[in-house]
T-cell receptor
């Protein structure tokens, strides 16, 4: 089945130790998103890739970076994790067609990676 | 800044009860989406509403988009434990590329 896969499902890191979370998709979607979700809160968009174009949200800390080496894979790098970065990190994909002023796109989410910072 | 406020924030009910979740804003939206997120999983799209006054049904779930397209509601009839999860309304920004979620409603249905 086509899907969005996130690895690992659970990640434990130490305060200040860089960590990378990965996302892969078999949907061949052109847009990939990274969200941060804290307990009982709504997901908050960190950034997204529209094809190869990186789009950062204005309030995303510099500590968070992303890479998309190809259509299928996208990585979230946290350079120096703090205790406040402990959260669920969700990857999502969507197929967005250029030229449309509006599109009712469905985003397909992975199961998330739960990050613990010790 | 466009915001979506959901109410209630938390809801704990018994199996078989009915409930309604509200999603409100002072902004007008071209469309709204509803997602459900089960524990330990990512959100899954339930419905997209695009026309003011529109009503859509998905089995025991009924979604309504307000006439003025500023609000939406989700009504669940005869709730079941499998309905437990975080319900999120959301709207598009960034030309349709980005989704902004509402504040969320955490629903727990007990036997």
């Amino acid at each position: 089945d086509a899907m969005v896969i996130q690895n690992p499902r659970y990640q434990v890191t130490q305060f200040g130790k860089p960590v990378t979370l990965s996302c892969s998709q078999t949907l061949n979607h052109n847009v990939m998103y990274w969200y941060q979700q804290k307990s009982s809160q709504a997901p908050k968009l960190l950034f997204h890739y529209y094809d190869k174009d990186f789009n950062n949200e204005a309030d995303t800390p510099d500590n968070f970076q992303s890479r998309r080496p190809n259509t299928s894979f996208c990585f979230l790098d946290i350079r120096s994790p703090g205790l406040g970065d402990a959260a669920m990190y969700l990857c999502a994909t969507s197929r967005v067609s250029g030229g449309f002023p509006f599109s009712y796109n469905e985003q397909f989410f992975g199961p998330g990676t739960r990050l613990t910072v010790l | 800044t466009q915001l979506l406020e959901q109410s209630p924030q938390f809801l704990s009910i018994q199996e078989g009860e009915n409930l309604t979740v509200y999603c409100n804003s002072s902004s007008v939206f071209s469309s709204l989406q509803w997602y459900r997120q089960e524990p330990g999983e990512g959100p899954v799209l339930l419905v997209t509403v695009v026309t003011g006054g529109e009503v859509k049904k998905l089995k025991r779930l009924t979604f309504q988009f307000g006439d003025a397209r500023k609000d939406s509601s989700l009504h669940i009839t005869a709730a079941q434990p499998g309905d437990t999860g975080l319900y999120l309304c959301a709207f598009f920004t960034g030309g349709g590329n980005k989704l902004t979620f509402g504040t969320g409603t955490q629903l727990k249905v007990e036997l």
